[in-house]
């Protein structure tokens, strides 16, 4: 058997030096690249002076989205393989990092991170909320908290909408503890639920659905769990139910001290958007400012 080869963008091949970033290595070793369609991409590439991702396309040998998967492994970007987690695909930041979606959360990520993260050293807690439901609040919240632990950051995703939850189902969680739980007193920090393949984000589910959602969010206890939450996590998100269906959003939103309103491209209603920001302005809360939702 000849010796291993190590193959990288630049399309230089060292038997002797193994380069586990490279592009072509991390694909051999994913079993997306035979070391024989390696060498005709390398071949090609120096014929062309092109780079080894677009050499390897133009022979047919792999797609975009292998060349995306290996950039991901080789600058550690935390990537979920479709097919191999329960997480939904509605989370395009967690399986396409790349994408124009994904670069749009990115965008969005860095103005809140300037706007408010990075202005004050208590500033840990987000709320994410809209005026009416369907406009994408639950999406905005789980994808930019991807996001946000693709930086690097310990991300914690709060699921506080009792009245039609959502994030359990997107992060493809089965757990039966939850926010509920430890705000009532029956439950800890073990219903925090880690992510596998996305090694700094973790996500708290509802939990069961109180009788008394407004009353369990008003407890003191909220508060302290985010103070607590906020000794491991630089990043906690909230995401909260519709404004216009319950007071509920207005609590979170305090107890955050912060949020962002989702609005929707052709449904979102200006006086209702307009109410939602006076209503958590006047409760003592920053509002970051709007989102319009267009996906």
């Known amino acids: 058997m000849p010796p291993e080869k190590e193959y990288d963008s630049s399309g230089s091949s060292d038997a002797g030096v193994r380069n586990e970033r490279s592009i072509g290595t991390i694909l051999i070793q994913a079993g997306r690249l035979t070391f024989e369609d390696a060498e005709r991409i390398l071949r090609l590439q120096h014929e062309r002076n092109i780079r080894f991702g677009d050499a390897a396309i133009e022979l047919g040998l792999l797609t975009q989205s292998d060349i995306d998967f290996a950039l991901a492994r080789q600058f550690e970007l935390p990537y979920l393989v479709a097919g191999e987690s329960r997480v939904s695909p509605e989370v395009v930041c967690a399986y ?34 809209s005026a009416d439901r369907h406009e994408g609040r639950s999406y905005i919240a789980a994808n930019l908290a991807v996001s946000f632990s693709q ?65 369990i969010l008003a407890r003191p206890a909220f508060p302290q769990l985010l103070s607590e939450l906020s000794n491991d996590f630089p990043i906690i998100l909230l995401d909260a139910p519709s404004a216009a269906e319950c007071p509920d959003a207005q609590i979170i939103a305090v107890r955050a001290g912060a949020a962002i309103i989702v609005t929707r491209k052709n449904a979102s ?10 209503a958590v302005t006047h409760a003592s809360a920053t509002v970051i400012g709007s989102i319009l939702n267009d996906f």
Do not use: K
């Open 96 to 129: 396409a990092p790349f994408s124009p979606r994904a670069m749009v959360m990115g965008s969005l990520r860095s103005q809140l991170m300037l706007r408010w993260f990075d202005a004050g050293p208590t500033n840990r807690s987000l709320a994410v909320l």
């Open 151 to 215: 930086l690097g950051l310990n991300t914690l995703l709060i699921d506080a909408d009792f009245r039609n939850p959502r994030q359990h189902l997107l992060f493809g969680l089965q757990t039966r503890g939850g926010l509920s739980s430890i705000l009532s007193g029956r439950g800890g920090l073990d219903d925090v639920s880690g992510i596998p393949g996305l090694p700094n984000l973790s996500v708290l589910p509802t939990g069961a659905i109180p009788p008394n959602p407004l009353e």
């Open 269 to 278: 209603r200006v006086w209702r958007v307009r109410g939602v920001s006076d």
